[in-house]
């Protein structure tokens, strides 16, 4: 079974620069999400979908951040502008329907702002 | 929000040794209590979980030791191995199933 796929797996942006992650989740997952890993810090969840849906997006910076997930499989997640504190790790992770603490993390693209 | 307390932040034990790492939580309608495993480069992996209607689980040389009355629960590895030099997190569910995570913990297990 393929695991969760992410890309690009390294960027490096200047601040205010745009830039777009995308992830291809574990067949037949439902749900999705994206994480942002601070160094040395735990993954902290930035948006959640349900299929198509958006079901947590509670702390998503809105004014700077976009995601979307068309046809509910693919999702790419935006950040435009991009600051300084937004380097950092984005996992995106997939589980199937229902509740579930299983999730399956990709690799996840490391972020450099300069 | 719910907040997950871990410690320790980093970790040193002998080749063989015991390695253990706790973890405090506040809610407590839960159903898993589960345990990541991240190496570096790599996403998080599901370790191990407990429900909390156990008190305690093992699979292999890690067992997850949960105390519901103190709202702690905490991981066990035994014989620890270079091989398990990780960072470790605990997590709760969020909102939804969405999880939060812990600090982290740092273990390094020299030969």
Not at chain 1, 72 to 80: A, P, R, Y
Not at chain 2, 20 to 41: L, M, S, V
Not at chain 2, 79 to 105: E, N, R, V
Request: some cysteine; proline content about 7%; charged content about 15%.
């Amino acid at each position: 079974e393929a695991g969760v796929a992410q890309s690009p797996r390294y960027k490096i942006i200047e601040k205010r620069q745009s830039v777009a992650f995308w992830c291809n989740p574990i067949s037949g997952h439902a749900t999705l999400y994206w994480y942002q890993q601070i160094l040395g810090q735990g993954p902290k969840l930035l948006i959640q979908f349900q299929n198509n849906g958006v079901v947590d997006d509670s702390q998503l910076p809105k004014d700077r951040f976009s995601a979307e997930r068309l046809k509910g499989v693919d999702s790419t997640l935006k950040i435009q502008p991009a600051k300084l504190e937004d380097s950092a790790v984005y996992l995106c992770a997939s589980s199937p329907v229902g509740p579930s603490y299983e999730q399956y993390f990709g690799p996840g693209t490391r972020l450099t702002v300069t | 929000q719910q907040q997950v307390k871990q410690s320790p932040q980093s970790l040193i034990v002998q080749k063989g040794g015991i390695s253990i790492i706790n973890c405090a939580y506040e809610n407590t309608a839960f159903d898993y209590f589960p345990w990541y495993q991240q190496f570096p480069g790599k996403g998080p992996a599901l370790l191990i979980a407990i429900r909390p209607d156990v008190s305690e689980k093992k699979e292999g040389r890690f067992t997850i030791s949960f105390n519901k009355s103190a709202k702690q629960f905490s991981l066990h590895i035994m014989d620890s191995q270079p091989g398990d030099s990780a960072t470790y997190f605990c997590a709760a569910p969020g909102a939804g199933t969405a999880l939060i995570f812990g600090k982290g913990t740092t273990l390094s297990v020299s030969s």
